[in-house]
């Protein structure tokens, strides 16, 4: 009778570390997963700064050759959206 209650012991400890290493892989399996994501948006959100500080510099390279067509497309763009403003 011991030895039916010994084995039956020995089972529920093995089923508990067989448990406790399926929950190990997981947690590194999803952090080995957010890592990833983590980097990924990094790389975007570093992408999307140097892609705007490319449009600011090309813009201001723009404002720095052409001054009075940068003065004239603006002035053009506030009478459009003074002229949609009022409409309304």
Same mark, same amino acid.
């Given at each position: 009778?011991?030895s039916?209650?010994?084995? @039956?012991?020995s089972? %529920?400890?093995? =089923? $508990?570390h +067989? @448990?406790?290493e399926? %929950?190990r892989? =997981? $947690?590194? +399996?999803a952090t080995d997963?957010?890592q990833?994501?983590?980097?990924?948006?990094?790389?975007?959100?570093?992408a999307g700064?140097d892609?705007?500080s490319?449009?600011g510099?090309t813009?201001t390279?723009t404002?720095r050759?052409?001054p009075?067509q940068?003065?004239?497309g603006?002035?053009?763009v506030?009478?459009m959206?003074?002229?949609f403003?009022?409409?309304?």
């Amino acid at each position: 009778m011991a030895s039916t209650s010994q084995q @039956v012991g020995s089972q %529920g400890k093995d =089923a $508990l570390h +067989s @448990v406790q290493e399926m %929950g190990r892989e =997981a $947690l590194n +399996s999803a952090t080995d997963k957010f890592q990833d994501m983590r980097d990924g948006a990094q790389d975007v959100f570093k992408a999307g700064c140097d892609q705007i500080s490319d449009f600011g510099q090309t813009l201001t390279d723009t404002v720095r050759e052409r001054p009075l067509q940068v003065l004239l497309g603006a002035a053009v763009v506030g009478c459009m959206i003074g002229f949609f403003l009022r409409r309304k």
